[in-house]
């Protein structure tokens, strides 16, 4: 039989058991520990000015000035000018704004739906590619002039100076064309593939011109007008960008989506463009692929995520690659060996472009558009901060410590929300040396460093113990079942009709649930009584350090009877003996039952059988009926129409079972608890 008791039936008596309220908290002797060692436990908090690697090293990463950019949603563009100064091409209004310094001003308005790349000439001209009405504009401050008009096309997607660094190439959709445009404005057909979209663009030392598509993914070599080969077919829809290295090595970032995505319309010159990559938000993030291929063109994938598409790409100085995603606003960058590192993390949800060199350059981004310009590394802005660290209970917490190749310094402060609010305390006063964290006690708390002193310091673990308040365990649920018996379905769903009853079985299984807030190691110990006693006799041996939910008690040695089961938990593995914290729960009745029943009378009056079945505790279950030793057991019905009682008679009709002639006849009955006893007679 299957017995429950729950937590809130009890719960009086809990309060009444529950220890005495102390004035201070007493502490678990177990001390526990944070261990932020790990990309994922490094990378989860705030991230300001700092790099996290996949190796679990933190560095100090790009000091960024911010200006956000008014009248656009979008970005996808940016230009560093010669004198330094900042061009950034917006959506939808086509605008482009001129940064110097914290400074912005708007510096030409194409009056298109979006800037989608900006080059400079060697002469200083500047040239912007614009969507959806396959315009290139020459700018100028507070001038936007049409400089080509791309016959049969929408899309400009990306430009590049040609060789001798005053003319152009431009790639195009819908019909996946790439356009030479001479310094006079006069354009041709360069290179005509077989996608709808040629989105970008860059140039080999050789001038030959590497292009990717969108449709296939394809990455095409233009060896001259007309002339090309397919280097590679890219992970998805996609090749987003390409950046050339030194030596003949490049790199190109791809996205796959499920489908090609659709480029912006606006006008009815656009309603014939074929998909494209997306110039609007995605509400769904693709996945991006970093690929690397040497001057031979073999390729090596360097870097994947499932959780974002790639929107931009920049090679510095030194040939390393930085990318920008689509999602989260981040920047990542990849070494050789295949070590990723977490640059940037911008509060903004894309990075449509960026350029690095020398600590310096830009990260623009979208959603909404800002322009982060790079100021270099290190200093007072460089701050890793980890995320709240829960210690589940309000906790007394240790030394802080950490290993770094370098000085850093550290501050703390804790609180009981999850997230930090007023009601946590203020930032320690900084140190610089493994200290005790003060501020009391709280459930959770906060690390950040800073690097002040040297921009070459690496944190690669930080370490905080603590020990939580000893909570008291309770026991909030107590069930015991028979392992044979006739119940085999939870209580509260109706059994089969006429279903076989369970094989008797003198094992009771005992479970139970505790709430054990502070996670101490437990020790159960299970008695038992007989209702109706008061004493409680132990179910385990008294040397029996018992730390399971379950326990299988055998019954045999046991008068029958019904018996209460009561579990206690105790923390006393975990504490000393003045703050041992102890519950105990009992369970509802449960039915020991190990003898079978008695069938008291049997005899037959032709074919009609009458029997009388007794049992000393429970109730009779079911009657069967076997004929000349065929394991055909078929059931018979109670007298008064249910078996409900200890006590029980059938009187049925068997002609349809027993055929007339000598037959043995064997009738066998259960009782509740899966006890079975046989009779037989012979019939004539």
Same mark, same amino acid.
Do not use: C
């Given at each position: ?5 729950? $937590? ?20 678990? /002797? ?9 990309? +994922? ?10 790099? /996290? ?43 482009? $704004? ?32 614009? @969507? ?11 001038? *936007?002039?049409? $400089? ?9 997607? &990306? ?36 996608? &709808? ?34 280097? *590679? ?7 987003? *960008? ?22 912006? #319309?606006? &006008? ?12 609007? &938000? ?23 995520? =499932? ?54 350059? $830009? ?13 270099? #590394? ?52 900084? @140190?610089?040396?493994?200290?005790? @964290? ?25 370490? @905080? ?48 649930? /505790? =709430? ?21 006799? =132990? ?24 018996? #209460? ?5 105790? +923390? ?20 020991? =039952?190990?003898?079978?029943? #008695? ?86």
């Amino acid at each position: 039989m299957v017995m429950h008791s729950s $937590f809130a039936r009890w719960g009086l008596v809990a309060a009444l058991v529950a220890a005495p309220l102390t004035v201070s908290p007493a502490y678990a /002797v177990g001390t526990r520990t944070f261990v932020l060692d790990t990309l +994922d436990k490094l990378s989860g908090g705030d991230l300001k000015g700092v790099s /996290v690697s996949s190796d679990g090293t933190v560095r100090a990463g790009f000091t960024l000035g911010s200006v956000p950019v008014p009248d656009a949603s979008a970005t996808f563009s940016a230009l560093t000018l010669s004198d330094g100064a900042l061009l950034v091409g917006t959506s939808p209004n086509g605008k482009v $704004f001129k940064i110097t310094g914290d400074s912005l001003s708007l510096f030409a308005d194409t009056g298109a739906l979006a800037v989608t790349s900006m080059v400079q000439a060697k002469n200083g001209a500047i040239y912007a590619a614009t @969507i959806p009405d396959g315009k290139i504009f020459r700018l100028s401050q507070g001038k *936007a002039d049409v $400089f080509a008009t791309l016959p049969e096309t929408s899309h400009v997607w &990306s430009l590049v100076l040609d060789r001798t660094g005053t003319g152009l190439f431009a790639a195009t959709g819908p019909d996946g064309k790439i356009f030479r445009i001479e310094p006079s404005g006069a354009s041709s057909v360069y290179f005509r593939s077989t996608e &709808s979209q040629i989105v970008s663009l860059a140039m080999l030392d050789n001038g030959e011109l590497l292009a990717g598509s969108s449709g296939k993914g394809q990455l095409f070599r233009v060896t001259g007008p007309g002339r090309a080969t397919v280097i *590679a077919t890219m992970p998805g829809e996609e090749v987003k *960008a390409i950046a050339v290295g030194k030596g003949g090595v490049f790199w190109a970032i791809s996205n796959e989506y499920g489908e090609a995505p659709e480029p912006p #319309r606006r &006008s009815p010159s656009a309603s014939r463009a074929a998909p494209g990559p997306t110039a609007g &938000s995605r509400p769904k993030p693709g996945k991006g692929t970093l690929v690397r291929f040497d001057a031979q063109g073999q390729s090596e994938r360097m870097m994947k995520h =499932d959780d974002t598409h790639y929107m931009s790409l920049a090679l510095d100085e030194q040939g390393r690659p930085y990318v920008g995603t689509g999602a989260e606003g981040r920047v990542y960058t990849v070494d050789d060996a295949h070590v990723v590192t977490l640059v940037a993390d911008e509060d903004e949800r894309q990075i449509g472009a960026l350029a690095v060199a020398n600590a310096k350059g $830009f990260i623009v981004t979208s959603d909404p558009p800002v322009a982060h310009r790079i100021m270099g #590394r290190g200093g007072a802005d460089a701050v890793w901060t980890s995320k709240p660290l829960d210690a589940g209970l309000r906790a007394h917490f240790g030394t802080l410590s950490w290993r770094a190749s370098g000085p850093l310094e550290w501050s703390t402060r804790t609180g009981n929300t999850a997230t930090p609010d007023a009601t946590w305390s203020a930032w320690s006063h900084p @140190i610089t040396a493994p200290t005790p @964290i003060g501020g009391g006690q709280a459930r959770y708390i906060q690390v950040r460093a800073r690097w002040m002193h040297d921009a070459n310091a690496v944190l690669s673990e930080v370490t @905080i113990p603590f020990v939580t308040e000893n909570v008291r365990p309770v026991v909030t649920e107590v069930t015991a079942s028979s392992k044979g018996g006739s119940t085999k379905e939870p209580v509260s769903s109706i059994p089969a009709s006429g279903g076989e009853v369970g094989k008797h079985d003198s094992v009771v299984k005992v479970a139970w649930k /505790v =709430d054990n807030p502070d996670n101490d190691p437990l020790r159960y110990r299970v008695a038992f009584r007989r209702e109706g006693q008061t004493l409680w006799r =132990d179910a385990l041996k008294s040397d029996d350090v018992h730390t399971k939910t379950e326990l299988d008690w055998d019954t045999a040695a046991l008068p029958e009877g019904k018996y #209460r089961v009561r579990i206690e938990a105790s +923390d006393e593995q975990a504490n000393p003996p003045d703050q041992v914290r102890k519950h105990a729960l009992e369970s509802e009745t449960v039915l020991v =039952d190990n003898t079978p029943p #008695r069938i008291e009378t049997l005899h037959m009056n032709g074919r009609r059988l009458h029997a009388r079945v007794v049992d000393g505790t429970s109730p009779i279950a079911r009657v069967e009926i076997a004929v000349d030793g065929r394991l055909e057991w078929r059931p018979l019905g109670a007298a008064d129409g249910i078996f409900d009682t200890a006590d029980e008679s059938v009187d049925s009709d068997v002609s349809m079972i027993v055929p007339p002639g000598s037959h043995i006849v064997v009738i066998r009955a259960f009782d509740a608890a899966g006890n079975a006893v046989t009779r037989d007679l012979e019939t004539h």
